[in-house]
């Protein structure tokens, strides 16, 4: 629930953003990326850890 809250927050940014320089679909990978691969860092954590606990 919280990935989404970050990723509709991170795409509401980069529509506000002024689109002069970059298009908005940069910022918003700019901004939502990051929180993907921090996602996805906990994500393989976790399983890691339940594979390793799994095997004991």
Do not use: H, K, N, Q
Not at 26 to 51: D, H, I, N, P, R
């Amino acid at each position: 629930m919280g990935t989404g809250i970050l990723l509709t927050a991170a795409a509401v940014v980069s529509g506000v953003v002024p689109d002069r320089a970059v298009a908005r679909s940069f910022w918003c990978g700019l901004l939502g990326g990051g929180t993907l691969l921090v996602v996805g860092w906990v994500c393989a954590a976790a399983g890691f850890e339940a594979v390793y606990f799994s095997r004991a």
